[in-house]
């Protein structure tokens, strides 16, 4: 998946819109006790009329009086609010969820929610793993800058793309047990580019993503084989975007390009989106299959927020299962998020899957998902993505 979690994060300043004043001023003392810059607005219509987007988080009642929490949700969109709204209630958890869902199709992606009466310790982890999810550029990277096209040619080209790396954990006795790779751009101008700037621009042409996709693979190879040079040896995830799965030549070039590093297919593991099994099934279905015959591991990523998955975990062998972040930060507040999670991790084992837990924040999640049978976590409570230097020291330790 796309990682927009590279930088340390902090929320500066929080509005709380509820119509509750004794439990407006409880939230207003514990964040600002925490350091947050936190206003307070008792009516929808007050925080309307004020500069939405002046707010990093937006705790928002969603049974607030006329206008509702919908309302409010509806007007965000309107002014493309950027940050992040975490969305409490003291009815129905459907509920919740669909208000949740009602504001991803506004294109509000940085959401989570909590049931009232909740312990004000939990509020306080779920600030913390929103501030996760929530895209901010880099200080180096400032500006209205946006590449084109040809700036991701010549990107690559000039050999300006390198890659980090998040380091996947063995649950039941915390060693290491490979990493994710995530690419970022050093631009000479602009600083550090994340690939939400430019992955975008590469899924509109083959091309540029089959070059793209080509330059992972070899700084991949490069490091594995410095790595296996020094003795120690790891496996690196690395996504495929679903034009990778429409070039039937795709396996046999991976693996000679292994082959000629004297690297096993077996050192990369394929992390593919659900979404990406859908365009052309049969095509994918060929080229996964030989993948997975020379192999090489694959992984089906954010599994559960797809429409497809049981038919591909049938139709696919494939070797991992990733549960989605979305689900794993938000499993400690949610009932349904954590249903989902202890599924999918059942699933997984009785399929003989490996399964991966992404969003892992809090020893408070890491201790659910032990206790769920989790294989593999991945998340903040550990590192964030890494320099090359940096994942050697997690080699050394092991």
Request: a negative charge; hydrophobic letters at 45%; one cysteine or more.
């Amino acid at each position: 998946m796309l990682d927009t979690r590279n930088v340390s994060l902090a929320f500066k300043t929080i509005a709380v819109v509820d119509d509750n004043a004794e439990f407006c001023l409880l939230l207003k003392r514990f964040l600002e006790a925490k350091g947050y810059d936190v206003s307070v607005f008792s009516s929808s219509a007050a925080f309307i009329n004020k500069s939405c987007t002046a707010f990093d988080l937006i705790l928002l009642d969603l049974y607030m009086p006329d206008p509702d929490g919908v309302a409010v949700i509806r007007h965000l969109a309107s002014v493309d609010f950027g940050g992040a709204v975490l969305l409490m209630s003291g009815e129905d958890q459907g509920v919740l969820r669909a208000a949740m869902e009602l504001a991803k199709a506004q294109r509000i992606e940085k959401i989570a929610s909590i049931s009232k009466p909740f312990p004000l310790e939990n509020l306080s982890l779920l600030v913390h793993a929103l501030q996760q999810t929530v895209v901010f550029k880099p200080q180096a990277c400032t500006g209205a800058w946006q590449p084109v096209a040809e700036d991701v040619f010549a990107a690559i080209e000039l050999q300006q793309l390198q890659l980090y790396y998040q380091p996947k954990i063995v649950l039941a006795n915390n060693t290491l047990a490979g990493f994710e790779v995530l690419l970022r751009w050093k631009h000479p101008e602009h600083g550090l580019v994340m690939p939400d700037h430019f992955i975008p621009l590469a899924e509109q042409s083959p091309e540029l993503m089959q070059l793209l996709t080509n330059e992972v693979v070899r700084l991949a190879i490069l490091q594995l084989t410095e790595w296996q040079q020094q003795g120690q040896n790891a496996q690196l995830s690395i996504n495929v975007s679903m034009l990778n799965l429409e070039a039937l030549d795709f396996p046999e070039q991976l693996e000679q390009k292994l082959r000629a590093a004297e690297l096993s297919p077996g050192q990369l593991l394929l992390e593919i989106t659900e979404s990406a099994l859908m365009s052309d099934v049969a095509s994918s279905l060929d080229i996964l299959l030989r993948l997975r015959m020379k192999g090489f591991g694959l992984s089906i990523d954010d599994f559960g927020t797809g429409y497809s998955s049981l038919s591909q975990l049938h139709r696919i062998s494939f070797s991992e299962l990733k549960v989605d972040r979305s689900f794993v930060i938000t499993m400690l507040q949610s009932h349904e998020s954590r249903t989902i999670v202890e599924t999918c991790i059942q699933l997984a084992k009785r399929l003989g899957l490996q399964v991966v837990s992404e969003g892992v924040e809090s020893k408070a999640i890491l201790d659910q998902l032990l206790a769920m049978g989790c294989d593999i976590g991945q998340g903040y409570f550990w590192s964030k993505p890494v320099s090359a230097q940096d994942a050697q020291t997690w080699l050394l330790r092991q």
